[in-house]
């Protein structure tokens, strides 16, 4: 069977939409069986889903799959489900949380995303650790639950950081696993704004506090990989802690949900071109298309092919990564390639301006 292609949408029907916090809901959405295949997924990957309104332009939210159900059993599945928190002035999170009700249908696009972890190639007796901080438990709780799931020697902790326990998404889920699990699985929650009655004091996980708070809950040095993910403050504080402590950035994986004002550090800019021209593969075709002054390379090539992948176009979720096939780019903005992508020669296609005239990109590497 052919696989899926890039940035294809299909529409599934909403099976179900249930309140998780005040701010928060879960969207299940039923796959049909024709689908399923296109719809399997790695834990951790991520849906895109799009709301083309008559009256304004298109809007595309990027929301992790949060199923505990182990992703890759069977002809793939039956549902997904993701997590959608309010976000102030946020118009798909709005239109999420006051309009979308069961039996509506979203454009869905196919899973995406190399925030994961693939059980089956986890090492033997594996030890894995994440630190997440509000809607960033979404991806970690299927990585989570598909590894103890399918791998019995394997070991899993979960250090969250909440406002407060009534804020505190998929609550139920992550309290199950440590049912299930009772040896396997550790959780340890931190509240910024509100006082436990057991457990670690309230306040923010900066850097000095993880420094010190990681190696007494777990031997870090033995730790077969670490998952940061949530707002940019929380996921490099973890990063700098980790760093200090002697974690070697390999072991390392991140995915940022919140930025704002935030500059990713990049190299010093360089000046674009008066006219150049962009060459992209996807789904197995090329083209050659101009490139209009200020233009990024992702824009380029949408004015041509409607189906180039993305999502937020703000250097975050990663939809729109390529390769960089030759030529020379400049990225604006990065919160979502790993410094290994980038020495490997990949790019955000949406962040990427061209400083040499020709400059070439593969979607499909």
């Known amino acids: 069977m052919a696989a899926p292609r890039h940035g294809a949408f299909h529409p599934l029907t909403v099976a179900a939409v249930d309140r998780l916090t005040d701010d928060s809901v879960a969207l299940t959405l039923q796959v049909p069986e024709a689908l399923r295949e296109d719809y ?34 069977g002809p793939g599945p039956a549902s997904l489900q993701v997590g959608v928190r309010l976000v102030e002035g946020g118009e798909f999170s709005t239109f999420a949380h006051k309009e979308i009700a069961a039996g509506d249908v979203l454009d869905v696009m196919v899973p995406a995303g190399r925030f994961v972890l693939e059980p089956a190639l986890a090492p ?21 639950a598909s590894l103890l799931a399918a791998r019995a020697d394997a070991r899993f902790c979960l250090i969250r950081s909440d406002r407060s326990a009534a804020s505190t998404m998929f609550l139920e889920e992550v309290a199950d696993l440590k049912d299930r699990y009772p040896d396997r699985f550790q959780l340890v929650t931190v509240l910024s704004r509100e006082e436990q009655e057991a457990g670690l004091p309230s306040g923010r996980l900066d850097e000095a506090r993880l420094s010190a708070l990681l190696p007494a809950l777990l031997p870090v040095a033995e730790v077969t990989g670490w998952f940061l993910c949530g707002p940019y403050g929380l996921v490099t504080a973890a990063e700098r802690a980790l760093g200090a402590l002697g974690v070697v950035r390999t072991r390392v994986h991140e995915e940022i949900f919140h930025v704002e004002g935030t500059d990713a550090p990049g190299p010093a800019r360089a000046a674009a071109p008066a006219h150049g ?10 083209g050659t298309w101009p490139v209009q002054d200020g233009e990024s390379l992702l824009d380029a090539v949408l004015r041509a092919r409607a189906d180039a992948p993305y999502a937020c176009k703000g250097g975050v979720c990663g939809t729109c990564r390529a390769f960089l096939v030759s030529g020379e780019v400049r990225m604006d903005r990065n919160f979502a390639l790993e ?14 301006h061209a400083v040499t005239e020709e400059v070439e990109i593969d979607f499909d590497r």
């Not at 021209?277 to 090329?286: F, K, N, P």
């Not at 410094?339 to 990427?352: D, I, K, M, N």
Request: proline share 6%; glycine share 8%; net charge neutral.
């Open 277 to 286: 021209r962009v060459t992209a593969r996807l789904d197995g075709r090329s």
């Open 124 to 144: 033997a007796a594996a030890h894995y650790a994440a630190v997440v901080g509000g809607s960033g438990i979404t991806p970690v709780l299927s990585i989570a």
């Open 339 to 352: 410094e290994e992508e980038t020495e490997a020669g990949f790019v955000l296609a949406c962040q990427s």
């Open 40 to 73: 399997r997924h790695a834990p951790g990957q991520h849906l895109t889903l799009r709301r083309v309104s008559p009256d304004g332009p298109e809007i595309r939210r990027t929301y992790s799959i949060c199923s505990t159900a182990p992703a890759s059993d």
